[in-house]
């Protein structure tokens, strides 16, 4: 009986040990052994997800992937690209949503601009990639006017990056990756941090404080190449007051203000291009006097006045039509070539042959190349944009003109527009042209119109 009982023990025990030792040798595997089990900045998801796809010699737009180059920065989760076979398209980065930074300023929205612009501004290769692998043409999203894709950048997944550190939420429900994304989000949610956080983007100005500034010391201090590549107080919060000298659509404007040098007693005149963004602001007519609350903003190489809201604008006066001035100086050359005047409204006073244009993808936006004879008899060149948001109309039919070909070769009588600066990819040297901003149909007279008709 002692021997069973001895026996039963020894029997136990192995059993006891060899399900001890099961258990040591079979652990269960760890999915992601190198995620962190706090947020601390490091992107192990992104870090692990290749872009398997073969894309060489294909095409997005016709294709649905290909490597693209950029035309223009616009925010942190749109880019306009051009692909392989010569589509400029705006792309809105699938999966993401970055907080605001260009029609108004919500916390981390720079730091997601930055983020994408230096990410795509260092990559030797950047490829789009639709997510239902159709392609880009059909999946524009609900504007029809933007392209949804994913974006990767010497290879990672640039849309995944920016949600995994906090600078983007997670919108990739229905998507193929949206188990992926959903993990990677979840140490940053935790922490709440950045997006997920409260009042802790350093760079966010978070009180309701606006500085007062004059036009003359936003120019002088912010249209410098310097701080325009730095990006000098973008956000700051600024209020500034002026008269409406030009609508952009319906929700932006020029502002200018003019004022008198306290040494040479000589009038000057500053302007500045006020963004308002989708809603039409019933505020900003042309010949109101107005106080206007906004943030110091960069966009194009050129400083601007964002968040420009209805609510952040006091109309002083309906009626200051007088007060705007036009500046036809005798140098035009020499006049727009000074970056102080950015901004102001000018006139040509001489005739302006249009020798050739070029149309924007997908847009009414369109850009003129023309010549002058100067007062020295030196023919000049000159830039003339019309943006998407102008309405030109044909004086005969009362159509929109919709191309630049409609312009060339004919002879503008007089030209009046606002001086712009143009540097759509930014690189960090300030190397983008001077152009005239045609805003308004009664802002043109085209010489010999009949005659031009008739030809």
């Avoid at 052994?33 to 737009?61: A, C, F, R």
């Avoid at 260092?122 to 974006?151: C, F, H």
Wanted: proline share 3%; with cysteine; hydrophobic share 30%.
């Amino acid at each position: 009986m002692k021997k069973k009982i001895i026996s039963l023990f020894l029997i136990l025990v192995c059993i006891f040990t060899i399900s001890g030792c099961t258990k040591q040798e079979d652990p269960t595997p760890d999915p992601k052994p190198n995620v962190p089990t706090k947020w601390d900045g490091t992107t192990p998801y992104t870090d692990q997800l290749k872009l398997t796809v073969d894309y060489e010699g294909k095409d997005y737009y016709d294709d649905g992937i290909g490597v693209v180059q950029v035309v223009q920065y616009v925010d942190g989760d749109t880019t306009i690209f051009k692909t392989k076979n010569g589509h400029s398209i705006t792309i809105r980065y699938e999966g993401i949503d970055t907080p605001e930074s260009t029609y108004t300023v919500e916390p981390w929205g720079f730091a997601a601009s930055k983020h994408t612009k230096e990410t795509l501004k260092n990559a030797k290769k950047i490829v789009l990639q639709t997510d239902n692998g159709k392609p880009g043409k059909e999946n524009a999203d609900s504007t029809g006017k933007r392209y949804m894709a994913w974006v990767w950048a010497d290879g990672r997944l640039l849309n995944l990056e920016l949600v995994e550190i906090g600078l983007a939420k997670s919108k990739a429900a229905g998507t193929s990756l949206a188990s992926t994304f959903s993990n990677a989000m979840k140490a940053v949610f935790t922490a709440k941090e950045r997006v997920y956080g409260q009042n802790n983007d350093p760079d966010y100005d978070y009180s309701n404080e606006y500085t007062s500034m004059s036009l003359k010391e936003i120019v002088t201090k912010y249209t410098t190449a310097d701080a325009v590549n730095k990006e000098l107080d973008k956000g700051k919060k600024v209020q500034v007051s002026g008269t409406i000298c030009r609508r952009q659509g319906v929700t932006s404007a020029y502002l200018q203000q003019v004022g008198t040098d306290k040494e040479t007693g000589e009038v000057e005149c500053y302007g500045i291009y006020l963004y308002g963004g989708f809603n039409e602001n019933n505020r900003l007519g042309v010949g109101y006097s107005v106080i206007i609350n906004g943030t110091i903003g960069y966009y194009n190489g050129q400083v601007q006045i964002t968040d420009v809201s209805t609510r952040n604008v006091k109309v002083q006066s309906f009626s200051n039509f007088d007060s705007i001035i036009i500046n036809e100086p005798n140098d035009i050359k020499e006049y727009i070539n000074n970056s102080n005047n950015i901004g102001n409204l000018v006139k040509l006073n001489t005739e302006i042959k249009i020798t050739s244009a070029y149309d924007a993808a997908e847009t009414n936006a369109f850009s003129l190349r023309a010549s002058y004879v100067d007062k020295n008899g030196n023919t000049q060149s000159l830039s003339i944009r019309v943006d998407k948001n102008t309405t030109l109309k044909d004086p005969i039919t009362g159509d929109r003109i919709t191309s630049g070909d409609y312009f060339v070769g004919k002879t503008l009588k007089s030209l009046t527009g606002i001086i712009g600066y143009y540097d759509p990819t930014q690189n960090d040297i300030h190397d983008g042209y001077v152009q005239i901003l045609l805003v308004s149909s009664s802002d043109y007279e085209i010489l010999a119109w009949f005659e031009n008709i008739i030809k």
